[in-house]
């Protein structure tokens, strides 16, 4: 069929028009997507986006602003929101808390956290947010309900770096990478109605983890290629496990307590110690840069950020090897599991 130039150039725009908006109604739908339940939560710390991935897949479906200088992740409860500590940055310490809807997978508006610097650690319960704010040697706990700063606690400690919460609520943890000691802070007396009871142990405790019985918590001593084993009841370091790590990381327990992942920033690999005998179990290179860690709820899987090759690495915990890597943005860390209820 012969066509003349008027027609063709008609057709041409028309064709140019119609991709347009194609491509558009695609962003819009993106923009709009849901995220999937459960959805795996990745800190692009370089290009300060948070990614979300459908574990089933291993493919990124969304991609949301995080703010400045992200660090660590966690999500709400209920799977409805992620909030994000924006920590430092070359400019100096940051005071905000990103929050992101994975809804609608949209930023909202940061927290803003006042004289409150350098939020790293993170942990939700009960409905709220619990943070360490390093620069002020203090945790403190936001209510999203109420949007304030309920709560905030004095560990006494230098650079107070990550946190994690008791089952029950009633006590908390953290590492203290600057006094090399582990904080165990519960309900007690005084003004404040609170213990703190500073443990020393190696140097530069950074990954932590209470065992699911509650009974332990074990730290990953950066500094030293070393973990210290604390009974909680007794608040003493009841061993000293060398691990031969060259810059642990992260450490994390099993849902079931037998195993215990520990990333090795420095050396590529994840060490796998038996919690029962205390020795390790093996130790598997995963690739460049292991950093934030997490396990499946259901303990099927691991996933560690190797933020010097751009991916996450998926291990399988019955075999203990690398089944897949997800391919991510600049320098991923964080990581968080989210699931709607």
């Not at 992942?261 to 093996?282: M, N, P, Y």
Request: aromatic content about 4%; proline content about 5%; hydrophobic content about 40%.
């Amino acid at each position: 069929m012969r066509m003349f130039p008027r027609a063709v150039n008609l057709f041409v725009r028309l064709t140019a028009c119609c991709a347009m908006v194609s491509a558009v109604l695609t962003g819009a739908n993106r923009a709009g997507a849901q995220s999937p339940s459960p959805a795996l939560l990745v800190l692009e710390k370089g290009d300060e986006q948070l990614a979300i991935v459908d574990p089933s897949s291993l493919k990124v479906v969304g991609r949301v602003p995080s703010g400045g200088a992200p660090h660590e992740v966690v999500a709400s409860d209920d799977g409805q929101f992620a909030y994000i500590s924006n920590y430092a940055s070359e400019k100096g310490t940051l005071k905000t808390l990103s929050v992101i809807d994975l809804t609608s997978q949209k930023a909202m508006p940061p927290v803003d956290l006042g004289a409150l610097r350098a939020p790293h650690g993170l942990a939700f319960a009960d409905g709220k947010v619990y943070f360490t704010a390093e620069a002020n040697k203090v945790i403190g706990r936001y209510d999203p309900a109420s949007h304030q700063v309920d709560w905030v606690l004095g560990t006494g400690q230098n650079v107070t770096h990550m946190m994690v919460l008791s089952k029950d609520l009633k006590t908390i943890f953290t590492s203290n990478i600057g006094s090399d000691s582990i904080c165990i802070i519960e309900p007690g007396g005084g003004r404040n109605g609170w213990n703190v009871t500073a443990i020393p142990v190696g140097q530069g405790p950074e990954g932590l983890d209470l065992s699911p019985d509650g009974r332990e918590v074990w730290a990953a001593n950066s500094g030293q290629g070393s973990v210290s084993v604390i009974d909680v009841a007794a608040k003493r370091v009841t061993a000293s496990l060398d691990v031969k790590t060259q810059r642990s990381n992260r450490l994390k327990f099993t849902p079931d307590g037998k195993l215990v992942l520990i990333s090795d920033d420095g050396g590529g690999e994840v060490v796998f110690v038996d919690a029962s005998t205390r020795k390790e179990r093996k130790r598997l290179k995963v690739g460049k840069g292991p950093e934030g860690t997490l396990v499946q709820p259901d303990g099927a899987k691991a996933y560690v950020a190797l933020s010097g090759e751009n991916a996450v690495a998926v291990i399988d915990l019955k075999s203990l090897e690398v089944t897949a890597k997800i391919a991510t943005g600049m320098g991923p860390d964080g990581l968080a599991w989210a699931q709607r209820k």
